[in-house]
């Protein structure tokens, strides 16, 4: 017999009565039933229960196993009663009399359980992630991981694409987020950079003719913590094609992730319609670039509703210049209690409250618009405003003012919990919207022109867009948002050197600063690109959907804290004296 196991604790059924076996394992839970120890005996493929009394010869030296110990028992696989036969695992049907036991690994006392599902503070399970991962949900959410990486690989060799690695050490890039660099040692004074993505590998890949390429590619971005992302490093699906346009990168993408998420969604619903959505629509009816679709609500620019009215407070404001009034439509909100909680929810927000009407049967059985504003406007632009917007009895409408940048990430959060607290944002399901013309230029807080989005992308009318004003300008971009999350973002790339050029100029970069920071891609595309695009989905935010999460480092293995710190390996750590004089670096002390 093996050494350790003749069988996995999922391998064995009632076709094994009789048989005599050897299992090898973490010991999950131990009851002691009056001189009878039942152990659930845990690996990597399940759970086997076996069982041992006072007639085996093992047990006096079973009673002193405690929770994850490692042992190797050898017993005889039995039959359960009908009774007792547990239908939730494979093994449900047989147990193991132990007459054999050899401790391979004892356990000090555990600093949290793994049994069970209780919550520990997320500090105590990333010191000790190797436990946590023991647990069953968090083994199950890296096993589902796994799948997910492998369906994702065959899927693209299924449909014609080549997988091809690119460098992790390379050149520094704007992607829009910090580098991470690495000192030189043959170069003193010189820094590699971590790619925070294969980005210009992927493009120079198609300049050299290989046409469909995607990489499964680990990406490093020194970034603020958010739950949804990781601060350091993550993984995605990179993919890029040549002679495409922006329909055909999404004819060979929609299939993959459709066919991804109807495979791991468990009986979640996935639907296949996929509208477009212009991001100024996304912004104006969803008040962000990544809307749930789930949540059926719109909100409208109403301004004109509000110019020269009666209630002052949008009036005065509608004069100034950039100025709006939005309106969040409301279904079944129509009463003053529910308007009273979605007010405090604005004051939660740092508002001081939300300006709503409510629709109600009046005594002579008419409908009535009630509150503040329908008072202050007036019935006919209350009634106009409630046509425009398809409400009826019942239902109500909330407002948000001033300039869109600065309510729009509010009114985005007020749509949400409207569509959550009257039960009209669809659960158990998965619903896809294409983002598109993205503008290709913003003013920073500076008021200078910079890229928006991703700086290599394709201007929408090519050279005769970049003569006009760049704020004008939109771009080939496009992002996929599901359920509220930005899975991919990609782009129709810019394969011309003196359209290139000249947007980069007008983002404030001079063609010798181009040159001398994408050289290898300048001088790749003076001799003969083809035009190209792709994208990249994240890997890590595909599975938490799927896991059913909103917290990231719930499906990555090893993932940092939110301080960007990895508290089991002790990352990041001071380098030692002699790393820093062989890399003729010096640490300078943080300010006071």
Known sequence: MHAYRSHTCAGLSKADVGQTVRLAGWVHRVRDHGGVLFIDLRDHYGITQVLCDGDSAAFAALEKVRAEWVVRIDGRVKARDAALVNPKIPTGEIEVYVTGVEVLGASDELPLPVFGDT????????TYRFLDLRRDSMHANMMLRSNVVRWLRQAMWDKGFTEFQTPIITASSPEGARDFLVPSRLHPGKFYALPQAPQQFKQLIMVA???RYFQIAPCFRDEDPRADRSPTDFYQLDVEMSFVTQDDVFAAVQPVLQGLFEHFAGGRKVHADWPRIAYKDSLLWYGNDKPDLRNPIRMS???????????????????????????IPAPGGGSRK???????????????????????KAEDGTTEAAGPIAKAIGPERTEAIRGELGLKEGDAVFFLAGKAEAFQPVAAKARNEIGRELGLTETDSFRF????????????????IDFSHNPFSMP???????????????GYQYDLACNGYEVISGAIRNHKPEIMFKAFELAGYPAGEVEKRFGGMVKAFKYGAPPHGGCAAGIDRLVMLLADTTNIREVIMFPMNQRAEDLLMGAPSEPLNEQLRELRLRVVPKES
Request: hydrophobic share 40%; charged share 30%.
């Open 119 to 126: 919550e520990y503070p997320e500090e105590t399970r990333l």
């Open 460 to 474: 929408q009318g090519g050279m005769d867009a970049l003569n006009g004003n760049p704020l004008d300008v939109l």
């Open 433 to 448: 919207a294409w983002i598109v013309d993205f503008p290709m230029y913003e003013k920073d807080d500076e008021g200078k």
């Open 338 to 360: 529910f308007a009273d909680r979605m007010n405090a929810f604005a004051q939660k927000e740092g508002l001081p409250g939300m300006g709503y009407i409510f629709w109600r």
């Open 301 to 327: 620019d109403v301004s004109e509703h509000f110019r020269g009215s009666g209630f002052a407070i949008f009036a005065s404001l509608l004069e100034n210049e950039g100025t709006e009034v939005r309106a």
């Open 209 to 211: 003719g290989f046409d």
